[in-house]
Nanobody
Framework: QVQLVESGGGLGQAGDSLRLSCAAS????????MAWFRQAPGKEREFVAA????????YYRDSVKGRFSISRDNAKNTVYLQMNSLKPEDTAVYYC?????????????????WGQGTQVTVSS
């Protein structure tokens, strides 16, 4: 049984940093492209960042480039999202997702497995 469990969310102020973690079980993340998506209230789920399966290429939405960083620790079977210089518009539920041997797609439909999400709230 595959599980992706996010943690590290919480409440912060503009300019703060948070690190989200996504611990995987039932799959080996080194065989997957891993990504973070987010969904704010009343909005569509949107792509945040992805790490490709084979080459380790990373991709980001424009609004988080230079502030967020995605990484993986294969030994811990965990993916991270380091979020710096947080802004109120980063407030959302953040989801981890896995795509078998994927290239790091920005499309949510390409990901087979999803976590339950972790809330990030940033106040001004």
């Amino acid at each position: 049984q595959v599980q992706l469990v996010e943690s590290g969310g919480g409440l912060g102020q503009a300019g703060d940093s948070l690190r989200l973690s996504c611990a995987a079980s039932g799959l080996t993340i080194s065989n997957y492209a891993m990504a973070w998506f987010r969904q704010a209230p009343g909005k569509e789920r949107e792509f945040v960042a992805a790490l490709s399966w084979s080459h380790g290429n990373s991709y980001y939405r424009d609004s988080v480039k230079g502030r967020f960083s995605i990484s993986r620790d294969n030994a811990k079977n965990t993916v991270y999202l380091q979020m710096n210089s947080l802004k109120p518009e980063d407030t959302a539920v953040y989801y981890c997702a896995a795509d078998y041997r994927g290239y790091g797609s920005r499309r949510s439909v390409d990901y087979e497995y999803w976590g339950q999400g972790t809330q990030v709230t940033v106040s001004s």
